[in-house]
């Protein structure tokens, strides 16, 4: 019901643009709506609602805050925070935890204050960002990837395909690695490790020979950093033989990862790359090459926004483009499927798994973790909604695992790994489970008749009334109504039946 319940709320706020400095804050004198609209987007309304008062301030209130909005009358805040109050609020059974210490956990052995990381991109790249990111509460920051390579980036570098709302679903980019030089980058470990002792600095690395990773790890440990991280997995790179060239010859993963394992004493993480069939190969052969952890996944290459005009896809630099990096939440499917595969490997038991790729909600996070995640690293949604998303990834989480009576994170790493089958020859096919309809949500658009009859078995029509009537005959149970319906109306029953065998 999550995942409904949610989706519903979030439609309510489509026009919400979760601003800056929110207006809408600043016209209430009672409440900060702006911090409980984000909860909403960001599926944690249940801590939302238990934020707000006792006594409901919205209902005597003519609304200021809506008139104030950047798109007024666009968005319900009002209709949005009674929700909270009066369906929300009365349903909360698990109050608001008074610590945060059951998200508290760690990164091969180093103390983590929780989960959450920012990954190695843009955002921690400089001693600013990762000291902002660090007062908002973020664990730790895998710095961007230091190099010897002179790196000089192209622009415009980032492309995006947007949702109904113009949210980001899946975003492209064609970055590089850090723009600052080696010494640079260890100034800002310096200050970093100085100014901020427990939090924890994972430097992301990329060198050209043994030497280098080498070298840099090295230089990396001696200024400050927790751990490395071995970029094995950059899609971006100018020069042949690195990145992901390196991710996808096991042979070379082995090689650096033990050259890197020679010359430091701190962990060492091989990050590795989704452009393969299977990862486990390179994840075995970082494990021989004396890795402590693997963190998946980076982007995956992509093409996107060909113009029609140009006949150039995006981001288009002087009338060229290239294969760049897919990132966000679009690519956490395949993200999901890559942690499974890693975590259910008997061979790699015993390391530490850092999983990325599309988390923007805690319920994303949540995925991760029970498919063996133990940390968990994010970049796309912070650089579209920024470092302000920590609160409910925290927040989150926590009510889930106090509502499940976990006394820790840890417990619930890979709880979700046993359930799991690599293909489809497990599952049980002996009965029919039918879709339910909900008629006080159904609006009668027609949306299951038209998908059941196109892209399904013709079991459902339209009465007199326009609501949804299933023929039991033609019904197969596959679910597509309940996909489609925008009124979340369709549900599964808790009914089943035998599967009818064909002749």
Not at 69 to 93: F, S
Not at 119 to 130: E, G, H, L, P, Q
Not at 132 to 155: P, Y
Not at 283 to 302: L, P, Q, V
């Amino acid at each position: 019901m999550i995942n409904s319940q949610c989706a519903i709320a979030r439609s309510d706020m489509i026009r919400c643009a979760l601003c800056a400095d929110a207006p809408c804050d600043a016209a209430c004198d009672r409440l900060n709506p702006a911090s409980l609209l984000r909860s909403v987007w960001f599926l944690n309304e249940q801590t939302a609602a238990q934020r707000l008062p006792d006594e409901n301030p919205c209902l005597t209130c003519d609304a200021p805050c809506e008139r104030a909005c950047v798109r007024a009358g666009e968005v319900p805040i009002r209709d949005l925070m009674n929700r909270l109050h009066y369906q929300v609020k009365p349903d909360c059974e698990t109050p608001l935890p008074a610590h945060e210490d059951r998200l508290r956990c760690d990164l091969c052995g180093i103390p983590l204050d929780n989960p959450f990381l920012l990954s190695s991109s843009v955002v921690a790249s400089t001693y600013d960002m990762c000291a902002r990111a660090f007062e908002a509460g973020w664990a730790g920051v895998c710095f961007k990837t230091i190099c010897s390579l002179d790196i000089h980036e192209a622009s415009p570098r980032f492309s995006a395909l947007t949702g109904s709302d113009g949210s980001i679903i899946g975003f492209k980019n064609i970055e590089q690695l850090s723009d600052h030089s080696v010494a640079e980058n260890m100034e800002i470990f310096r200050r970093l490790k100085q100014n901020y002792p427990g939090k924890f600095i994972l430097a992301s690395i990329m060198g050209r020979d043994e030497r280098e990773w080498g070298e840099l790890a090295r230089q990396c440990e001696e200024n400050g950093a927790d751990a490395v991280e071995l970029n094995f997995s950059c899609p971006n790179m100018a020069e042949g033989g690195l990145g992901s060239d390196i991710g996808q010859a096991p042979e070379l993963v082995e090689r650096f990862t033990a050259a890197a394992r020679r010359a430091c004493h701190i962990p060492v993480i091989a990050k590795l790359t989704p452009n393969v069939a299977v990862m486990s190969e390179a994840a075995e052969a970082a494990k021989r090459g004396g890795a402590d952890g693997i963190a998946a996944i980076n982007t995956i290459k992509s093409i996107v926004g060909i113009n029609p005009h140009t006949y150039v896809s995006a981001p288009a630099v002087h009338g060229h483009s290239a294969v760049g990096g897919y990132s966000g939440n679009a690519v956490k499917p395949i993200a999901l499927r890559f942690v499974a595969e890693l975590g259910k490997n008997p061979n790699l038991q015993g390391m530490h798994l850092s999983a990325m790729g599309g988390v923007e909600t805690w319920l994303d996070a949540l995925e991760f973790i029970l498919l063996g995640g133990g940390s968990i690293q994010v970049t796309t949604a912070v650089m579209q909604y920024g470092y302000r998303i920590i609160d409910d990834l925290k927040s989150g989480l926590n009510l889930y695992l106090a509502e499940k009576g976990f006394e820790s994170v840890k417990e619930a790493v890979g709880l979700g790994l046993d359930a799991l089958s690599p293909t489809t020859d497990t599952l049980e096919r002996d009965t029919v489970i039918y879709p339910q309809f909900i008629r006080e949500r159904c609006i009668g658009c027609g949306r299951c008749a038209i998908s059941c009859a196109d892209g399904g078995h013709q079991a459902i029509q339209l009465d007199e009334e326009r609501h949804p009537r299933l023929d039991g005959r033609k019904c197969v149970g596959c679910h597509l109504c309940v996909l489609v319906c925008p009124q979340r109306a369709i549900a599964p029953s808790k009914k089943r039946i035998a599967a009818r065998v064909k002749d």
